[in-house]
């Protein structure tokens, strides 16, 4: 139906969505670069607590991503898996298990962490 659809279309109105489809491929490329840019900057550095952070499994080389169904009926936990490529799931957010530590402080070695 959509080829009917495109076929019956203006050629200016063709052309305004490749050009539309050009932006948005060049705005990906730009992401992936800048969060390949990204995973290497952190890569080594120190841990604050607030961070938001991309996992990466070592053996596999493949990201750590959420997944919407929960493992038990604790609204706290959710399932995970590893995934090719990064996306919005694949985010985690480093936050204290203790009440004394604060958002900018760096995680310690033996820290307890909530993803």
């Known amino acids: 139906m959509r080829e009917a ?5 203006p050629p200016e109105e063709k052309k305004e ?9 060049k705005r ?12 290497t900057f952190k890569n080594g550095k120190d841990l604050l607590y607030g961070e938001t952070v991309i996992l990466k499994h070592a053996h596999s080389s493949k990201f750590l991503r959420t997944d919407d169904t ?10 995970i898996h590893l995934e090719d490529e990064v996306d919005e799931k694949c985010l ?3 936050i204290a298990g ?3 530590r604060v958002d900018g402080h760096q995680v310690q070695k033996g820290d ?4």
Request: with cysteine.
């Open 5 to 9: 659809e495109s076929s019956n279309r």
């Open 17 to 25: 969505e490749e050009k539309k489809l050009d932006l948005l491929l």
């Open 28 to 39: 990906a490329e730009k992401e992936a670069q800048m969060n390949v840019s990204m995973i």
């Open 70 to 79: 929960q493992i038990i009926k604790d609204v706290r936990t959710c399932r």
């Open 92 to 94: 985690f957010k480093v």
């Open 98 to 100: 203790y009440e004394f």
């Open 112 to 115: 307890l962490i909530i993803l």
